[in-house]
């Protein structure tokens, strides 16, 4: 409750300087300049501080908003008053209920709390004015100018910053308006679980946020995409008739409650679009003060995972510490504004990468996994929308869920499920190809070890894959196996084009199908224009110092500029290359591996022909998707024909080029679709190496989102790849329905027994060790036991 002392000020002129320490005035009276100003205040009561407000104390848009644990205790310890206010106010709830097709679930122990905004700010208010904070009400500031006398101005004006649109040279912001459509409303219906619901019209999906915030209100997001929004003709609606609409969509949910709007303020439409804001700069000085953006005015952060207030809290908490931390006086004030911005920009950086996650699902929710996955995956996927919540971290918090999901998709992959039982986690359960049965969803990626003479396997390769064999992946690929002499990519590169070669890979297939249960696949590939380079130690994709064989590619571009420049294939060229490939599957067959992957990534041959980087061909092999797609299909197809039927067939393609011009997921999706309908099985989904001009952007499970692109959008089943290190995050993966199975490279080369290690760290015990090696397994998991565990008293 806003008490006596505040001011409804509705005259432009400001208040004659007084006695202070620092002029602050912060403009717009969210939960940023409130905070700011409270926390300043509290920490130098000299401190001169004002926030300005355009609108009355009670007059706020918006409903209720989330906060976590972890903010919760950074208000406590900056400020235990408000926190104290705002704990008593909350309202705490732990289940997520999800409905889509006509089924409820629940899950729990997810930890939120609500606050109506309002409420927020009341209390915020409050505090102000206890402190000392002068509140101005009912003005509109035009300009930062308006306060000449400020040491410094904090534009903690909301997402529409009139100060920061001042300054865009300065702030450089980078505005997205995202596509779904979204509006805001209430309802007084009392939720008891964060409700999701998913209702389909004849033109699409709709989806619901629904959470309590106070005792006898709920916050109702409904979001849609933009040609659904408008095939209800919801553009034209207004918003009596947007909530008449919405209210008989998700009337089961409403049960018979009805839908309110305070989105008054809003001219036009009620239904808006995200706006996601990044900042290149956070402060400024004007000429007379130092202008610093704060809260939503620098920075946003989607719905989809309720972090805006969090965010702008923190940034208040964060600029107070500095100026604690460097000294609250005016000739500090650039240094500490560097320092804050210094600081927040990572955690921003997090959260927006997580927000965007989440945005993203529910911007392709409708197109991608409504309609595909059954709902209990599409559960999971939902709960793991962000990729920060892992299959771990849903043990943690809801055990019985989790446990009752692993069981489902075990009975899905064919297990005879125990129900009383230990689970078996995801990657452990089978998975089904055509004939190909492997026992887990873990693969050993392809991967180059530059040590064959002449492209025959050697002693190195027997050991190197039976090692990784007997280190219990289901699947093993064999490098980049090249069908000819010209194909490959180094002289130490494997091959397949004669006898001697096939005699020396039977050996080691031999070995691993006798000795384990893993299955061994053929990666086979042509180097094109990377080809007659160095083995990666001695200088990787330099040309060779002597030895250089000529070499051909869609378009006759190099690599880099010292590189060796290929001719553009011929007809002849196209028809030997189609042949070689023919001919190295044949012998795939007679050494018996299980599954044939084509190359067709990384600038390889087959992957020049698909990128329009390195496509500028003009004849039927190139200018169009379909005619850049035409001879890794040729080739595909040519290998389809003679590859027994009950094997399976996978392509690798290069699911973003990472350079302006060259593929991006949209167009591996495209091609996926052609391979699937040509009879591919799977798609191995890399990235890159086709352009040295790329910019990747790598991290944690950089490459799945592809996967999950591919798989859900045409319907293929996918393999994921690229920076999966741990059983959970291969777990989250397969369990979310984002690939099928999943490749790692790098971590068999640390670890040739990646998979038994990781059953044993996640204590799935039920992961057969080969039978001479037993009893290092229990010896390993009492060990990692014992170190769960803690010390042990001597
Ligand atoms: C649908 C939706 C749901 C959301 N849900 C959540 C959630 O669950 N949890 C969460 O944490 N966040 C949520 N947010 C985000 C949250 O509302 C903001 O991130 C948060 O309010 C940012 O605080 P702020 O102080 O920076 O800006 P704001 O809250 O926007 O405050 C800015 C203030 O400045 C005032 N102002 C603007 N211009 C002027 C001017 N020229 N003169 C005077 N005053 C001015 C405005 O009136 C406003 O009061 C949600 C947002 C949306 C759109
Ligand atoms: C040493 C090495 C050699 C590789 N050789 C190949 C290869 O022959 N064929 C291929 O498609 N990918 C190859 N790759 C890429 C990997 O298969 C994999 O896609 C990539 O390393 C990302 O997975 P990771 O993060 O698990 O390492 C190679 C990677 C490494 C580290």
Known sequence: MLGSKAKYMTSNRFAIRTEKKMRIVCIGGGPAGLYFGLLMKKENPAHHVTVIERNKPYDTFGWGVVFSDATMENMRAWDSETAQEIESAFNHWDDIEVLIKGKRMRTTGHGFVGIGRKKLLNILQARCEALGVELVFNREVDSDLEFPDADLIIASDGINSKIRNRYQEAFKPDLVVRPNRFIWLGTNKRYDAFTFDFRRTEHGWFQAHIYKFDEDTSTFIIETTEDIFQAHGLDKADETRSIAFCEELFSEVL?????????????????????????????????????????????????????????????????????????????????????????????????????????????????????????????????????????????????????????????????????????????FTPYRVRGLTLQNRIVMSPMAMYSANDGLPNDFHLVHFGSRALGGAGLLFSEMTCVSPDARITPGCLGLWNDEQAAAWKRIVDFVHTTTSAKFGLQLGHAGRKGSTRVAWEGIDQPLEAGNWPLISASALPYMANSQVPHAMTRADVERVKADFVAATKRGIEVGFDIIELHCAHGYLLSCFLSPLTNRRT?????????????????????????????????????????????????????????????????????????????????????????????????????????????DHANSIIAAGRADLCALARPHLADTAWTLHEAAKIGVKSIAWPKQYLSGKAQYETNLARAAAGPQPS
């Open 255 to 427: 049960d018979g409650a009805n839908l309110m709007s305070n989105a008054r303020h809003l001219r036009g439409s009620a239904w808006l679009n995200f706006n996601r804001l990044i900042c290149g700069k956070w402060s400024h000085f004007n000429g007379q003060s130092h202008v610093v953006l704060m809260g939503d005015a620098a920075h946003t952060a989607h719905f989809a995972i309720g972090s805006g207030t969090k965010l702008a809290l923190e940034d208040a908490i964060e600029l107070t510490q500095q100026f604690r931390k460097l000294g609250a006086t005016p000739d500090k004030i650039p240094d500490i504004l560097a320092a804050y911005e210094e600081v927040r920009a990572v955690d921003v950086a997090r959260i927006q990468n997580a927000a965007r996650n989440a945005m993203e699902w529910f911007e392709v929710v409708g197109s991608r996994y409504a309609d595909t996955l059954e709902p209990e995956q599409f559960m999971y996927s939902l709960l793991t929308r962000s990729q920060r919540i892992s299959h771990e971290n849903l043990r943690v918090r809801d055990k019985v869920w989790l446990e009752g999901y692993e069981r489902w998709f075990a009975a899905r992959s064919g297990i005879n499920v125990d129900p009383d039982g230990p689970p078996v986690p995801p990657m």
């Open 619 to 727: 004849d039927e092999y190139g200018g169009s998707h379909e005619n850049n797609a035409r001879y890794p299909l040729e080739v595909f197809r040519a290998i389809r024909d003679v590859w027994p039927q009950e094997k399976p067939m996978s392509v690798r393609l290069s699911c973003h080029d990472w350079t302006e011009g060259g593929n991006t997921p949209a167009d591996a999706a495209i091609y996926a679709k052609m391979f699937k309908e040509a009879g591919a099985d799977l798609v191995d989904c890399s990235s890159g190496q086709v352009s040295k001009e790329e910019k990747p952007v790598y991290g944690r499970l950089f490459q799945t989102p592809f996967s999950d692109q591919l798989r859900n959008e045409v319907g293929i089943a996918t393999v994921a790849v690229g920076a999966i290190s741990e059983a």
